[in-house]
Nanobody, 119 residues
Framework: QAHLVESGGGLVQPGGSLRLSCAAS????????MGWYRQAPGKQREVVATITPGGRTNYADSVKGRFTISRDNAKNTVYLQMDSLKFEDTAVYYC?????????????WGQGTQVTVSS
């Protein structure tokens, strides 16, 4: 069984920066694509950014040029550097990973971390 643990959320002013981290733990697993999703109050969960094991990235149009996703495969960790934050970035951010564990692939989610952009 694998687990994803997130950290790094908080309160920041518009134009500020935050860095989210998500570490996968467990025993005998392999990780495929990792990503970040977010869900604002009253809205559906949406993809923010994804990254393959080889480092290929994909971003939502709303965050292109402001957010950067990266991963450290040796540490089983994915990061989301968020710069030039806007009010509309306020949401609960969730880490996601496709993980092979116990002879099967499955989608794993972190517990979520709150990001609030407010003056």
């Amino acid at each position: 069984q694998a687990h994803l643990v997130e950290s790094g959320g908080g309160l920041v002013q518009p134009g500020g920066s935050l860095r989210l981290s998500c570490a996968a733990s467990g025993s005998s697993f392999s990780i495929n694509t990792m990503g970040w999703y977010r869900q604002a109050p009253g809205k559906q969960r949406e993809v923010v950014a994804t990254i393959t094991p080889g480092g290929r990235t994909n971003y939502a149009d709303s965050v292109k040029g402001r957010f950067t996703i990266s991963r450290d495969n040796a540490k089983n960790t994915v990061y989301l550097q968020m710069d030039s934050l806007k009010f509309e970035d306020t949401a609960v951010y969730y880490c996601n990973a496709g993980i092979f564990s116990g002879s099967r692939w499955a989608d794993y989610w972190g517990q979520g971390t709150q990001v609030t952009v407010s003056s």
